[in-house]
């Protein structure tokens, strides 16, 4: 199944292909994100008495097998956020912004951009990458200028 669940007033509930063209796209995951899934699905599966091969449907659904609606993901953030002692400040929007910080730190931003499903780097950039606190890679970067000049050295300051 592939989509994203809205609902809204004119249409109620329904599944859309999302925002983008980009919206509709591979994801590669992190290995250790792959061995909790392929966890949870072990779990659900047992939990229903079938082989994880044979476990169909939504990866995270309500407690009938259907759709979550935003008020009860909502709620269960809220509990995760308890249960690992984080504060109001940890939401969906902070965790992304996260992602595409610490991607960007390591790697080229059009990564993270792919990640996230923005059509423009510059979107990854200027809303999701928080640059509050400078680093020091770039100065690190800019040490090959200095080249041979040392304190004392002929030229040096």
């Keep these: ?31 250790w994100l792959v061995t909790m899934l392929l966890n949870r699905r072990a779990r659900v599966a047992a939990q229903r008495g079938i082989a994880p091969d044979a476990l169909t449907g939504w990866i995270f659904p309500n407690s009938k097998g259907g759709l979550r609606e935003a008020s009860n993901l909502r709620r269960d953030w809220r509990a995760f956020r308890v249960r690992h002692g984080l504060g109001d400040w940890f939401t969906p929007r902070t965790f992304r912004r996260t992602v595409a910080t610490v991607l960007t730190d390591a790697l080229p931003a059009r990564y993270a951009s792919d990640l996230l499903g923005h059509s423009r780097v510059s979107q990854t950039t200027d809303t999701y990458v928080g640059r509050k606190a400078p680093s020091r890679r770039a100065a690190e970067v800019l040490e090959v200028l200095g080249g041979d000049l040392k304190e004392g050295s002929k030229g040096a300051p």
């Design 1 to 31: 199944m592939e989509g994203n669940f809205v609902r809204t007033k004119a249409d109620g509930a329904k599944i859309n292909d999302g925002k983008s063209e980009n919206a509709q796209r591979d994801v590669v995951l992190a290995d």
